[in-house]
């Protein structure tokens, strides 16, 4: 990698994007120009019909080992590391989450502090059987940060959060899928035909049905069971009168493959 190479390379695909961490040499730890881009890249998938789902993967041998240790500011007495959050991490795990679209994320190597927060937050994750999953914090001093300590106890139960947070001791993707902190476990080298194929699936899959399951399922870590039954039949309503939906049922009741509109040939 040189200086002239981008932090993130954005490829299109039929239907999805793949936004590649690009700071190999780093580990793809992230700096301020990363942090930039990726939401920068975030926000035009946001905008754009054609991009019905979006692939976040890193190049070389890590995922992501976090934050860039090595950026100024970060130690010493006039550290603020609130303001790192509030600047580049936190903004980036509320733009996945709100994002009306899948993230899958693609995790080989180490993913490591804020890196393993990050493969946490998105929506359906796929790990290298050999993967490393660690929250590191404990051994800089730190609480894992970026969304962990509200994901690891949702998604792998308290005890296991505690001890993943505590002891900071790393994980294999095996592992992890065995947790529940990520959906499944491959073998390294079909991580990523998985995971294209995994997007292209969702890309034919109606758009409005999975932005609002994305909502539903955010919305049901907070809400009663009365509040979440209410905005289930809000939801329904208006999928209810969309054209994905009569073209749902007339391609059961005809026996054919769903074509759903704005997706992929």
Request: with cysteine.
């Amino acid at each position: 990698m040189s200086d002239s190479d981008p932090p993130l390379v954005v490829e299109h695909r039929p239907g999805y994007r793949m936004l590649l961490l690009n700071r190999p040499a780093r580990l793809n730890a992230f700096d301020a120009g990363l942090h930039a881009a990726l939401r920068a890249a975030l926000e035009e998938a946001a905008a754009d019909p054609a991009c019905r789902a979006l692939l976040l993967a890193g190049s070389g041998r890590a995922f992501c080992a976090g934050q860039d240790l090595a950026e100024p500011g970060l130690t010493g007495p006039e550290a603020d590391l609130e303001a790192v959050l509030d600047r580049g991490w936190n903004p980036l795990v509320r733009a996945i989450r709100a994002l009306p679209k899948p993230v899958v994320c693609a995790v080989q190597g180490t993913a490591a502090g804020a890196g393993a927060s990050l493969a946490f937050a998105c929506d359906i994750t796929l790990a290298a059987e050999d993967a490393r999953f660690a929250q590191a914090f404990i051994r800089i001093g730190l609480v894992p940060d970026s969304g962990a300590t509200w994901t690891l106890p949702r998604l792998a139960g308290p005890q296991r959060a505690r001890a993943l947070a505590m002891l900071g001791d790393p994980i294999t993707g095996t592992e992890a899928a065995q947790y529940g902190l990520v959906w499944r476990a491959v073998p390294a080298a079909a991580l990523l035909e998985e995971a294209h194929a995994l997007c292209a699936r969702l890309a034919r899959l109606p758009a409005e049905a999975l932005s609002a399951i994305k909502q539903a399922l955010d919305a049901a870590e907070g809400n009663s069971l009365d509040a979440q039954l209410a905005l289930e039949a809000r939801l329904q309503r208006g999928l209810g009168r969309s054209a994905d939906f009569a073209e749902g049922v007339a391609a059961f009741q005809q026996k054919r493959p769903a074509r759903f509109e704005g997706a992929p040939e």
